[in-house]
């Protein structure tokens, strides 16, 4: 299994990175995690866009969703899209969402996509067991574990401290969690994000292999969260735009 980072800037699009977008590939299958702002360009650095099988969106807030619009207009005007429908996996009430963000009085984005809504549970997807488990977050969001070729990664997407993405991360080889607040700041509303620290006591909780932190808004020292998860767990890294992962 392959990852790519395509955007890790959290909460919107940062100077060095576009918001939330990950590329895992396995057997050829190529499979994109959330769509934020400004992805949709630095994808196609990677990759084609007539070659990806199929969207899968944590959830419907904006800085991870919001470049399914330019997705849409690549593959409408293109020229080049296979005019295949790009299979997309998101919580109930994506069509709809997507669709108002594309445009107000628009048909529909069904041309481009064929949509399947989920719900906390395993599915196949392309080559990938994917586990799913509800988060810690103000709106319908869910962690992800992609399992392929007996290797695993759970992606956090956005959460709070959650037991259940403790549960769903339990002995993967690859933790890619947000830790978009900073510790010791006691404003920061609670049930909406992980400090660095909270990252790290995730992955030790679960007995990962290592940690990637991810989804550090520009305004947060990225070096003081590096600091704090390492604390609770020693594999930790940052993750950078461009960067490939294989597990
Ligand atoms: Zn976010
Ligand atoms: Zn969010």
């Avoid at 909460?11 to 959330?34: I, K, N, R, T, W």
């Avoid at 481009?112 to 989920?118: A, G, H, M, N």
């Avoid at 401290?161 to 339990?170: D, G, N, S």
């Amino acid at each position: 299994m392959r990852l790519t980072v395509v955007g890790c800037c959290g909460s919107g699009p940062g100077p060095e990175s576009p918001a939330s977008c990950y590329l895992l590939e396995h057997d050829g299958f190529q499979l994109v995690v959330d769509l934020g702002n400004g992805a949709f360009g630095a994808l196609q650095r990677t990759i084609d866009p007539a070659a990806v099988d199929a969207v899968f969106l944590s959830h419907l807030h904006a800085d991870h969703c919001l470049d399914v619009a330019p997705f849409v207009v690549w593959h409408r005007y293109s020229g080049r899209s296979p005019g295949k429908l790009v299979p997309l996996y998101a919580p109930v009430g994506a069509e709809r969402r997507l669709a108002v963000a594309y445009d107000i009085d628009g048909d529909g984005l069904t041309d481009v996509f064929d949509f399947v809504p989920v719900g906390a549970g395993a599915f196949e997807l392309g080559p990938f067991q994917v586990e799913l488990a509800r988060t810690a977050h103000p709106i319908e969001t869910y962690a992800a574990r992609f399992t392929a070729g007996g290797r695993s990664l759970v992606y956090t997407g956005d959460t709070g401290p959650c037991e259940r993405v403790v549960e769903l991360a339990r002995g993967a080889d690859v933790l890619l969690a947000e830790a978009a607040h900073p510790d010791g700041d006691p404003d920061q509303p609670p049930g909406l994000h992980l400090t660095g620290r909270q990252a790290g006591e995730h992955a030790a909780a679960a007995g990962v292999g290592r940690l990637l932190l991810t989804h550090i808004p520009a305004w947060v020292d990225r070096i003081g969260q590096l600091a704090a998860a390492s604390e609770a767990f020693a594999e930790t890294e940052l993750v950078s735009p461009g960067q490939v992962f294989d597990l």
